[in-house]
C-alpha cells in the first residue's frame, strides 16, 4: 500500500500499539483481508471526530463500505466495550487509584427546546418541556 500524508485524526505508533491487541483477527478460512485494521481504524477515527458522512471519507483511506462493514459488529458486540473498560482501568491505576470505581454520581438537567428543535418531553418534577440529559461520573 501506497504511504500517504497523515490526517490528524490518523492513529499514532503508541495509539496503534494499544489498540491493535484489542481488535478481532481474521477469520480463518475466510476472504484474505484487503486493507490493514490500521487504516480502517483510520478511516472510523476520521469519521467520528471529523463528525462528516461515511461516503464522504477521502479517497487514500479504504473505501466507506469496508470502513463501515468493520465499525458496525465492532460497535455492536465487538472490542470498543472491552478496550473503553481496559483503558479506564489503566488511567485509574497510573493515577494510583483502584482500577475499579468504588462509587459514582448522576445527575439530570432538563433543558428547555423550541418548536422547531424536534420532539420533546416534560420534565415532571420541574414542570420543564424540552430534552433531558444525563450525566455520570466516577469519583
Known sequence: MKTRKPYPTDLSDTQWGILEPFLPSAKAGGRPETYPQREILNGIFDVVRGGIAWRML??????????????RPWRLDGPWAHVNEVLRGDVRVLEGRNRQPSAASIDAQTVKMTAQGGPTGCDGATWIKGRQRHILVDV
Open 58 to 71: 477521502p479517497y487514500e483511506l479504504p473505501p466507506y463500505g469496508i470502513v463501515y462493514h468493520y465499525f
